[in-house]
């Protein structure tokens, strides 16, 4: 059986139409629940200046940024500016309006990383 879809005429409501489709768009996750895109609730952002300590091998450090909203939980986020040297970055909310950054050295070399502007996204839980 065939399925005829009419499309909306004008441009306003083509978009209302697709940010409906969008709203409503599911995935379906490992524990099989399904979850829609404006279930999300809010996204926190903060961009911070960070400039880590120059790690030997083996080391690491954690940076504490304060965003205000954030509780445990909630899941983060975090891109940094330039190439990481094969450092590993976790990102999680330590306590109520804290979000730790743990960098961490495992390439066989020191690593001094530059200065830079970090962008971290708090996304709300939602379940």
């Known amino acids: 059986m065939n399925q005829i879809t009419t499309i909306p005429a004008t441009f306003e409501q083509r978009l209302a139409a697709l940010e409906n489709d969008f709203r409503e768009h599911r ?3 490992l524990d099989s629940r399904k979850v829609r895109v404006s279930d999300l609730g809010t996204v926190l952002y903060k961009e911070a200046t960070i400039n880590p ?3 030997a091998d083996g080391a ?3 940076i504490s940024v304060s965003i205000p909203g954030a509780v445990l939980g909630d899941f983060v986020m ?3 500016p330039y190439d990481l040297q094969d450092l590993t970055v976790t990102a999680y909310v330590q306590a109520a309006d804290a979000v730790e950054i743990r960098i961490q050295n495992e390439s066989t070399a020191v690593v001094d990383l530059a200065s830079g502007v970090w ?4 996304i709300k839980k939602f379940i």
Do not use: N
């Not at 962008?119 to 708090?122: D, G, H, Q, T």
């Open 27 to 29: 995935h379906t996750g």
């Open 53 to 55: 300590a120059s790690l």
């Open 60 to 62: 690491g450090a954690t």
């Open 78 to 80: 975090v891109a940094a």
């Open 119 to 122: 962008r971290i996204a708090v």
